[in-house]
């Protein structure tokens, strides 16, 4: 795969029942809104896929995920086309909390924004030991709603004020794993592709339909989320129009 496309890629790939999901896009893996809906389909694919039994979820280069495309987000000058842009990762995380099949998150680089959602919509997360993270949506006048539930519920509301409220300060991938974020830490790339694969063999050999309604469990009491992150992307799209949002947004262009 190269990172090279201009519109980013969508990889998947099989192999003894495990699917390997590789997304990239040459603006430090950021998601405009055609690869998210690509993302969703792939996902929504997957939980349908009989064949398959465990999910990786990757990205390619240093950097895991930006989150949502800047360049898009500069576009935005009416509601709608904000909230169905903000909708774009609630997509992605309703189908992940859907998908029957363990989804693991490998975590090769730092994740800002959308990008810390994806991780924390993963069921099991492994990290390269400099994948740091950051939420910097308040800084331009909006704010992570959309991601709050998912991010939320992987390490609590406490750690996500911090995050939320400091825009521009990385926590390390050490206080992600003290915050439950990632199970493990590895410290090169090979551990971390090695230590991830051996995990995601362990866990097709089980019974994948245990596994199923283990994930149920895993997700009980987000039964609401496909009304309430729409509700947030809503949020998201009246706040983009903002006058503070549209200087700030001028601002990080210059």
């Known amino acids: 795969m190269s990172a090279e496309n201009p519109n980013g890629l969508i990889e998947i790939q099989i192999d003894n029942t495990i699917a390997t999901v590789t997304f990239s896009h040459p603006a430090s893996n950021s998601f405009p809104s055609d690869l998210l809906q690509k993302l969703t389909e792939e996902l929504n694919a997957l939980n349908n896929n009989d064949s398959v039994n465990v999910v990786i979820l990757q990205s390619t280069g240093k950097t895991f995920c930006a989150g949502a495309s800047f360049e898009e987000l500069l576009s935005i000058n009416d509601f709608e086309t904000g909230k169905n842009f903000f909708s774009g990762f609630a997509n992605v995380i309703n189908a992940m909390r859907k998908c029957s099949k363990i989804i693991i998150g490998k975590i090769q680089g730092k994740a800002v924004g959308g990008g810390v959602g994806l991780a924390s919509a993963c069921d099991f997360a492994f990290a390269y030991q400099d994948a740091s993270i950051k939420l ?39 206080w ?53 992150l729409y509700q947030r992307a809503a949020i998201s799209g009246r706040l983009v129009l903002s006058d503070f949002t549209k200087n700030a947004l001028s601002e990080f262009k210059k």
Do not use: C
């Open 176 to 228: 992600a794993v003290e915050k439950g974020l990632y199970a493990d830490l590895f410290d090169s790339y090979g551990e971390l592709d090695e230590n991830t694969l051996a995990f995601a063999k362990k866990l097709a050999g089980y019974n994948p339909e245990a596994l199923a309604e283990m994930k149920k469990v895993f997700w009980e009491g987000t039964e609401n989320w496909d009304e309430l």
């Open 136 to 174: 910097s949506e308040i800084a331009i006048g909006i704010g992570p709603f959309v991601i709050e539930p998912a991010v939320s519920r992987k390490i609590g509301k406490t750690a996500m004020t911090q995050l939320t409220l400091q825009p521009y300060h990385w926590q390390t991938a050490d």
